[in-house]
T-cell receptor, first 117, second 112 residues
Framework: AQKVTQAQTEISVVEKEDVTLDCVYE???????LFWYKQPPSGELVFLIR??????QNEISGRYSWNFQKSTSSFNFTITASQVVDSAVYFC??????????????FGGGTRVLVKP | KAGVTQTPRYLIKTRGQQVTLSCSPI?????VSWYQQTPGQGLQFLFE???????NKGNFPGRFSGRQFSNSRSEMNVSTLELGDSALYLC???????????FGDGTRLSIL
């Protein structure tokens, strides 16, 4: 069975501070995908990134960066120089990579980020 | 390009009733998945459809059902509503299997 754990339920920072969200996962699959989604107050889940289990290179996209470490089963997400618009709930998720498994996502509990001006 | 459209946005029902929620995927997307989000259980997978066939089903009772039409639009139905069915129901679509999913704004269902 797959499991995703986001130990931080809520993080509060002041604007321009960096914030790192932790994500630890469990799976027996050898190939899998890891995701991060953002959920603003409107409710929609906004896709941020998908990583394949074979690709452990860190990725940077603007103020966002992701650190994937297979050895520790972690896929952490850092927001650099946070802004008020970053306030949202962030979800880490996992899915099998086999096509037969389809698109089923297993989500973590989410981390609420509050960025204060 | 229009995103995933879910209707209605809000719905209020009473126990014992049934409800149908609708989801129009992004144009060209063939896979549609449904998720339930509650404060207690978080985000949980309900089911996934691809080319009008259910490919995956989560651990929910038979009162929860769905279907997909030839134009990829999907509906989910919940019968004999219970208080615990109050939740945000999210629909997601993807171009194909094993492609990133894009979510709609959800339907917030309240059971009185």
């Amino acid at each position: 069975a797959q499991k995703v754990t986001q130990a931080q339920t809520e993080i509060s920072v002041v604007e321009k501070e960096d914030v790192t969200l932790d994500c630890v996962y469990e799976t027996r699959d050898t190939t899998y995908y890891l995701f991060w989604y953002k959920q603003p107050p409107s409710g929609e889940l906004v896709f941020l990134i998908r990583r394949n289990s074979f690709d452990e290179q860190n990725e940077i996209s603007g103020r966002y960066s992701w650190n994937f470490q297979k050895s520790t089963s972690s896929f952490n997400f850092t927001i650099t120089a946070s802004q008020v618009v970053d306030s949202a709930v962030y979800f880490c998720a996992l899915s099998e990579a086999e096509e037969a498994a389809g698109n089923k996502l297993t989500f973590g509990g989410g981390t609420r980020v509050l960025v204060k001006p | 390009k229009a995103g995933v459209t879910q209707t209605p946005r809000y719905l209020i029902k009473t126990r014992g009733q049934q409800v149908t929620l609708s989801c129009s995927p992004i144009s060209g997307h063939r896979s549609v998945s449904w998720y339930q989000q509650t404060p207690g259980q978080g985000l949980q997978f309900l089911f996934e459809y691809f080319s009008e066939t259910q490919r995956n089903k989560g651990n929910f009772p038979g009162r929860f059902s769905g279907r997909q039409f030839s134009n990829s639009r999907s509906e989910m139905n919940v019968s004999t509503l219970e208080l615990g069915d109050s939740a945000l129901y999210l629909c997601a679509s993807s171009l194909d299997l094993n492609q990133p999913q894009h979510f709609g704004d959800g339907t917030r269902l309240s059971i009185l």
